[in-house]
């Protein structure tokens, strides 16, 4: 990657930053990110080494633990101060760390490649339809 790609929690507090190049992203459509998003589905920019993701402000960062569709859990990072999502970690998978797309500084930088647990979708949540769609989450 050419540059950083750097993101912050709505009032700035806690703030991210990593080189490398996100492994997958993707917009998701599963029950538990249209109730945390308040929307249809979630975006997320999924990284392969969540070492190489900096953190600044880690004192002001609350974690909130889910059984996904699988029945693993997922960690939920948000900000304490201002309750914007940050980040979303998996138990299965420790070294993943996913950032939301809308936390990036440059919020274009994000390129979907996928809608996972499409089944789950919103009949009004219209997706761009180029997108290949999975019903869960894709194997392998």
């Known amino acids: 990657m050419d540059r950083l790609l750097t993101g912050a929690c709505a009032c700035g507090v806690v703030r991210y930053a ?57 960690i939920h990072g948000f900000c304490r101060r201002c309750g914007a999502p940050v980040f979303l970690r998996f138990a299965a998978m420790p070294a993943l760390v996913a950032v939301h797309a809308g936390s990036l500084d440059e919020p274009d930088r994000f390129a979907p490649q996928g809608v996972t647990y499409a089944a789950s979708a919103p009949a009004w949540d219209r997706l761009d339809p180029a997108l290949p769609a999975f019903a869960g989450m894709p194997a392998g």
Not at 25 to 34: A, E, I, K, L, S
Not at 43 to 50: E, H, I, K, M, V
Request: aromatic letters at 8%.
């Open 18 to 74: 990593t080189a490398q190049a996100p492994m997958f992203q993707n917009h998701c459509q599963c029950r538990d990110c249209q109730r945390r998003s308040g929307s249809g589905h979630a975006s997320y920019l999924t990284f392969a080494d969540r070492t190489a993701v900096e953190v600044e402000g880690e004192a002001e960062i609350g974690e909130w633990a889910v059984a996904g569709d699988s029945g693993q859990l997922k």
